[in-house]
């Protein structure tokens, strides 16, 4: 998959190159963000509703590692307006390039949530997947007691599948976490544009 990604590599840079000027922007993943990601990634805000909190070094390490091993993802960086200081973290995976559509995952440390931030991070993923990618949806599974998220998204323009919820496992073996199926699709999003 690592093959097909790369032809879009300088497409994704440019563009990601005009979002500066907005509140939070995204930029692709380079290896000095590594360091500042790990810094703030553990922060147990971010993760609160999460099925497997990564919240100590060894489980954020072990998700980090995965998620850089991942071929079949496009990764960046959020970053401050103002500050250009590393924030966040957000990613395209499991681009299913044939089928024209792609996951999300997104995380701002605790200071940066709730400051309509992840708006702007949005229209920026969602530009490089329908843009860049040509990619006919976007998709996310988000905890039923993530309500600040679920807000967010379908105030956005995002919509629910009932059909598609699913039941996950959690760190605490006995209990499994209802995820909303939430999604936009290109033409939706180029009604919002």
């Not at 692709?28 to 993760?47: E, F, R």
């Amino acid at each position: 998959m690592t093959n097909n990604l790369e032809k879009y590599t300088a497409a994704t840079q440019l563009l990601c190159g005009t979002f500066t000027l907005q509140n939070g922007y995204i930029s692709p993943l380079v290896s000095a963000d590594i360091v500042a990601l790990k810094a703030i990634g553990m922060d147990p805000n971010i993760w609160r509703f999460a099925r497997f909190p990564k919240d100590t070094t060894d489980a954020f390490d072990s998700y980090f590692s995965r998620v850089l091993s991942d071929s079949d993802c496009l990764l960046f960086t959020i970053r401050c307006g103002t500050t250009h200081n590393v924030i966040g973290f957000t990613r395209l995976k499991n681009i299913e390039l044939a089928e024209k559509r792609v996951e999300i995952g997104t995380w701002l440390t605790g200071q940066y949530q709730g400051k309509g931030l992840n708006r702007f991070i949005k229209q920026q993923l969602l530009q490089v997947a329908f843009e860049i990618l040509q990619l006919d949806e976007i998709y996310c599974f988000v905890s039923e007691e993530n309500q600040p998220s679920i807000k967010s998204l379908l105030a956005f323009g995002f919509e629910v599948d009932a059909t598609k919820q699913r039941l996950s496992p959690t760190k605490v073996a006995e209990k499994e976490m209802p995820q909303h199926y939430i999604f936009i699709t290109a033409k939706s999003f180029g009604r919002l544009s």
